[in-house]
Nanobody, 118 residues
Protein backbone atom coordinates (compact mmCIF):
# COMPACT_ATOMS: atom_id res chain seq x y z
CA UNK A 1 0.00 0.00 0.00
CA UNK A 2 1.26 3.46 -0.89
CA UNK A 3 -0.13 6.88 -0.13
CA UNK A 4 1.19 9.83 -2.12
CA UNK A 5 0.55 13.22 -0.57
CA UNK A 6 0.57 16.42 -2.62
CA UNK A 7 -0.73 19.97 -2.80
CA UNK A 8 1.37 21.70 -0.18
CA UNK A 9 3.16 24.98 -0.62
CA UNK A 10 3.76 28.46 0.75
CA UNK A 11 0.68 30.51 1.57
CA UNK A 12 0.03 33.71 3.47
CA UNK A 13 -1.97 33.70 6.70
CA UNK A 14 -5.66 33.61 5.88
CA UNK A 15 -5.04 31.77 2.64
CA UNK A 16 -6.18 28.36 1.45
CA UNK A 17 -4.68 25.14 0.17
CA UNK A 18 -6.13 21.83 -0.94
CA UNK A 19 -4.11 18.73 -0.16
CA UNK A 20 -4.55 15.44 -2.00
CA UNK A 21 -3.71 11.88 -1.04
CA UNK A 22 -3.60 9.27 -3.78
CA UNK A 23 -3.82 5.64 -2.67
CA UNK A 24 -2.42 2.66 -4.56
CA UNK A 25 -5.35 0.53 -3.36
CA UNK A 26 -9.06 0.98 -2.91
CA UNK A 27 -9.65 3.31 0.02
CA UNK A 28 -13.09 1.75 0.45
CA UNK A 29 -11.35 -1.22 2.04
CA UNK A 30 -10.27 0.85 5.03
CA UNK A 31 -12.34 1.60 8.12
CA UNK A 32 -11.36 5.26 7.82
CA UNK A 33 -8.85 7.60 6.26
CA UNK A 34 -7.11 10.41 8.09
CA UNK A 35 -4.84 13.40 7.74
CA UNK A 36 -2.01 14.01 10.16
CA UNK A 37 0.70 16.63 10.45
CA UNK A 38 4.11 17.08 12.00
CA UNK A 39 5.51 20.49 12.79
CA UNK A 40 9.27 21.04 13.28
CA UNK A 41 10.39 19.71 16.64
CA UNK A 42 6.99 18.23 17.45
CA UNK A 43 5.39 14.82 17.29
CA UNK A 44 3.01 13.93 14.51
CA UNK A 45 -0.56 14.82 15.41
CA UNK A 46 -3.95 13.84 14.11
CA UNK A 47 -5.85 16.46 12.08
CA UNK A 48 -8.99 14.90 10.60
CA UNK A 49 -10.72 11.60 9.91
CA UNK A 50 -13.34 10.50 7.44
CA UNK A 51 -15.02 7.16 8.06
CA UNK A 52 -16.08 4.72 5.36
CA UNK A 53 -19.66 5.85 5.82
CA UNK A 54 -18.72 9.48 5.43
CA UNK A 55 -18.75 10.71 9.04
CA UNK A 56 -16.01 13.23 9.74
CA UNK A 57 -14.07 14.28 12.82
CA UNK A 58 -11.62 17.12 13.31
CA UNK A 59 -9.03 18.21 15.80
CA UNK A 60 -10.21 21.25 17.74
CA UNK A 61 -7.36 23.30 16.31
CA UNK A 62 -8.69 22.98 12.74
CA UNK A 63 -12.44 22.62 13.30
CA UNK A 64 -14.37 25.08 11.17
CA UNK A 65 -11.38 25.78 8.93
CA UNK A 66 -10.44 22.42 7.41
CA UNK A 67 -12.66 19.97 5.51
CA UNK A 68 -11.78 16.35 4.78
CA UNK A 69 -13.37 14.55 1.85
CA UNK A 70 -12.91 11.39 -0.16
CA UNK A 71 -13.41 10.20 -3.74
CA UNK A 72 -13.72 6.43 -3.61
CA UNK A 73 -13.80 6.10 -7.38
CA UNK A 74 -10.42 7.81 -7.69
CA UNK A 75 -9.02 6.37 -4.44
CA UNK A 76 -8.22 9.86 -3.22
CA UNK A 77 -8.63 11.75 0.02
CA UNK A 78 -8.55 15.54 0.21
CA UNK A 79 -8.01 18.16 2.87
CA UNK A 80 -9.34 21.62 2.09
CA UNK A 81 -7.61 24.09 4.38
CA UNK A 82 -9.01 27.60 4.73
CA UNK A 83 -8.12 30.53 6.99
CA UNK A 84 -4.63 29.13 7.40
CA UNK A 85 -2.54 30.23 10.36
CA UNK A 86 1.23 30.18 10.90
CA UNK A 87 0.72 27.39 13.44
CA UNK A 88 -0.64 25.19 10.63
CA UNK A 89 2.89 25.02 9.20
CA UNK A 90 3.86 21.35 9.10
CA UNK A 91 4.39 18.34 6.89
CA UNK A 92 0.99 16.80 6.21
CA UNK A 93 0.43 13.06 5.73
CA UNK A 94 -2.52 10.80 5.07
CA UNK A 95 -2.92 7.24 6.30
CA UNK A 96 -5.56 4.62 6.85
CA UNK A 97 -7.12 4.27 10.30
CA UNK A 98 -8.53 1.04 11.71
CA UNK A 99 -11.46 0.59 14.09
CA UNK A 100 -9.13 0.98 17.11
CA UNK A 101 -7.89 4.31 15.80
CA UNK A 102 -4.51 2.96 14.81
CA UNK A 103 -2.55 3.79 11.68
CA UNK A 104 -0.23 1.51 9.72
CA UNK A 105 3.41 2.52 10.34
CA UNK A 106 4.57 1.27 6.96
CA UNK A 107 1.85 3.13 5.06
CA UNK A 108 3.23 6.63 5.74
CA UNK A 109 4.16 8.47 2.58
CA UNK A 110 6.59 11.30 2.04
CA UNK A 111 4.12 13.94 3.15
CA UNK A 112 3.57 17.37 1.69
CA UNK A 113 5.02 20.54 3.21
CA UNK A 114 2.69 23.39 4.13
CA UNK A 115 4.24 26.73 5.08
CA UNK A 116 2.02 29.55 6.29
CA UNK A 117 3.97 32.76 6.45
CA UNK A 118 3.77 36.40 5.42
Amino acid sequence: VQFVDSGGGLVQPGGSLRLSCAASVSISSFYAMGWFRQAPGKQREWVATILKGGNKNYADSVKGRFTISRDNARNKVYLQMNSLKPEDTAVYYCNSIDSRGSTKPNFWGQGTQVNVSS
